[in-house]
């Protein structure tokens, strides 16, 4: 997944329409007493926050739930004007957001529950205490569903969140901090800051943030993970991806190409557990080709406030500049482009549906993350071949598998990713852990590996001995 941009030089955090290439908001730059500040109430708000009942949290939770739900035709436009996600999608990020919530506001006594272990002591266990506030560097991708998948579970866990959105989505940001006070939260429990990059370092380092959750690329990634480590802070890193998707001889095909086809599309192809290299057996790899060609093919490209529109902009300029460096470059290696890679004239950010074929190891579109529009098909021999292929990455993120149920169950522990689809869309899910390895990153969000990240997993011995 992308990284966040370093903020304007002159600490404004400035969004331009990605559908229209105006400037439709400007934010100042929270100065170093801001963010400060900004912790300090974090930190009194943990106080209390802490000593709350799974029920009362859980309470506050299904009220913000319930406030995003009641105003999805609200929220859904903020997204779709600050990074171009088409609008029926935005309203369902917004929904998808608010499921988080009811999850874990569902679930968290369960995932926390006590755990009994025999020793030599009359009674033992582990219980499940919450760290303090906790820090969330978001991406512009999906601003309220990322911010969901960091947020829903430290909260119910007992944690205060601090969070640090993208500075090209501040207004989704706000939206998000008042969603919550508009539903009567505690404050302090979960709170913006609009700081710009340089400044995230303060943050981090503050003795008051006990732990930190970033969403991003690699390279980013590995600054954060260095400067946590380096004040020893738990970090959970869910960062880039050039996802396989595998498609061997036996598989359903249209279904396949159906949900192959939506995968790469998804967000305007802006998403890091997207299908980016699909990767098919040789003897169905024509029919596969000329099949998926047929659905991006059908596929419109425009205003993302329009309901007919199932692809909209890349998010910004540079984007699309490196988007196309990629579909270039991978042509000029030998790849054919069987649909779009051409930059289209007028105003927005907007980058045809692309498809590539005949794409090698090596060559550019295979061995760096796509981030648009741009669906990327490799041969391969056969199915052996097809997973030496999607293993021979640096990341290990999502991947997908389409044969029998069978055969994809027993190659699933043989790809090196952190979750993997058989048969299905790769997807995030608030009941099930998602996270990678390898370069994508390391610890789990969602499902009950995610709230327990954010967790002090305290051993407790009661005496006396047993003999």
Same mark, same amino acid.
């Given at each position: ?9 002159? *600490? /404004?955090? =400035?969004? +331009? ?6 400037? #439709?908001? @400007? ?5 170093? !007493? &801001? ?23 859980? *309470? /506050?939770? =299904?009220? +913000? ?6 105003? #999805?035709? @609200? ?5 779709? !004007? &600050? ?385």
């Amino acid at each position: 997944m992308t990284p966040a941009e370093t903020a304007a030089p002159s *600490a /404004v955090l =400035r969004v +331009v329409d990605p559908a229209t290439e105006r400037i #439709v908001r @400007e934010v100042p730059a929270a100065t170093p !007493e &801001e963010i400060t500040a900004v912790i300090d109430r974090s930190r009194a708000a943990y106080a209390t926050w802490s000593a709350t009942s799974l029920e009362e949290r859980a *309470a /506050v939770m =299904r009220g +913000v739930a319930a406030h995003l739900r009641e105003h #999805v035709e @609200e929220l859904a436009p903020v997204v779709t !004007e &600050e990074m171009g996600k088409p609008i029926t999608e935005a309203r369902g990020e917004v929904v998808k957001s608010a499921w988080a919530a009811e999850h874990y506001a569902d679930h968290a006594a369960e995932y926390l529950a006590t755990e009994h272990l025999d020793s030599d002591a009359t009674s033992s266990y582990v219980q499940h205490l919450p760290l303090g506030p906790v820090l969330g560097i978001l991406p512009w991708n999906a601003p309220f569903w990322v911010a969901f998948r960091f947020c829903a579970p430290a909260l119910m866990a007992g944690n205060t969140c601090v969070m640090k959105h993208d500075p090209h989505v501040p207004g989704c940001a706000t939206a998000l901090e008042e969603a919550f006070r508009a539903a009567g939260a505690p404050e302090g429990i979960f709170q913006a800051v609009h700081a710009a990059t340089e400044d995230v370092e303060q943050i981090i380092r503050d003795p008051r943030i006990r732990a930190v959750s970033f969403t991003g690329s690699d390279r980013a990634g590995a600054v954060v993970a260095a400067t946590a480590a380096s004040e020893i802070k738990p970090a959970v890193l869910e960062l880039g991806g050039s996802d396989p998707c595998i498609v061997l001889a036996d598989a359903d095909l249209g279904t396949a190409v159906d949900v192959t086809a939506l995968s790469r599309i998804i967000n305007a192809g802006q998403s890091c557990i997207a299908a980016k290299r699909v990767i098919v057996e040789d003897s169905m790899h024509d029919e596969f080709v000329a099949l998926l060609r047929e659905r991006l093919a059908a596929l419109v490209v425009g205003d993302p406030r329009e309901e007919s529109t199932q692809v909209g902009p890349i998010a910004r300029a540079e984007l699309r500049e490196n988007l196309h460096r990629q579909v270039t470059d991978s042509v000029a290696a030998g790849a054919t482009c069987e649909l779009g890679g051409q930059l289209p004239e007028g105003p927005g950010f907007f980058y045809p549906v692309t498809l590539l074929t005949e794409v090698r190891p090596g060559m550019t579109a295979c061995s760096e993350e796509t981030f648009g529009p741009v669906a990327v098909v490799i041969r391969a021999a056969d199915a052996e071949d097809a997973l030496a292929i999607a293993n021979d990455t640096p990341y290990g993120l999502g991947a997908g598998i389409w044969t029998t149920t069978e055969r994809g169950e027993e190659m699933a522990p043989r790809i090196e990713a952190g979750q993997v689809a058989v048969n299905g869309i790769v997807k995030s899910d608030p009941r099930l852990p998602s996270g990678g390895n390898k370069r994508s990153g390391y610890g789990r969000e969602l499902g009950p590996h995610g709230i327990r990240e954010f967790t002090n997993a305290q051993q407790v011995w009661v005496g006396p001995v047993r003999f």
